[in-house]
């Protein structure tokens, strides 16, 4: 999409720290951390959020979490948070699917 934040992201368009890419989806450090660790991953065609996940690309979202736990065994966190965000009451500011990961420090429940 040619007016998505994400997608220009992708396109290395807009700069971003990379932690990990491959075909399916990017991994990039988040801008205004909420944890120690605060990355983002999402899948490198676009999808509005997970209410955009059919039959269509459901692998893509699941290879998301197989890349999501190899990250977090590498970075070596052995416990941390992950969070997608649909539609704004639910504080989704963009809309290109992702996933937060967050780690390295204790994380309270409820979220706000
Ligand atoms: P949401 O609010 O949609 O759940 O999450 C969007 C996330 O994208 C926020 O945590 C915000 O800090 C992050 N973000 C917004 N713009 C940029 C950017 O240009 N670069 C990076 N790395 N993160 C961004
Ligand atoms: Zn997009």
């Keep these: 999409m040619s007016d998505c934040l994400f997608c220009k992201i992708v396109a290395g368009e807009i700069p971003s720290k990379k932690l990990y890419e491959d075909d399916l989806c990017y991994a990039f450090y988040d801008i205004a951390p ?51 965000n649909i539609g704004e009451q639910a504080g989704q500011s963009v809309p290109h699917l992702h996933f937060h990961v967050l780690g390295g420090r204790d994380l309270t429940w409820p979220p706000g």
């Design 34 to 84: 909420q944890a120690p660790t605060h990355f983002l991953v999402v899948p490198k065609a676009h999808i509005s959020s997970v209410a955009g996940v059919d039959e269509t690309n459901q692998a893509t979202a699941g290879h998301i979490f197989a890349i999501i736990a190899k990250l977090c065994k590498e970075l070596r966190l052995d416990s941390y948070r992950v969070v997608s």
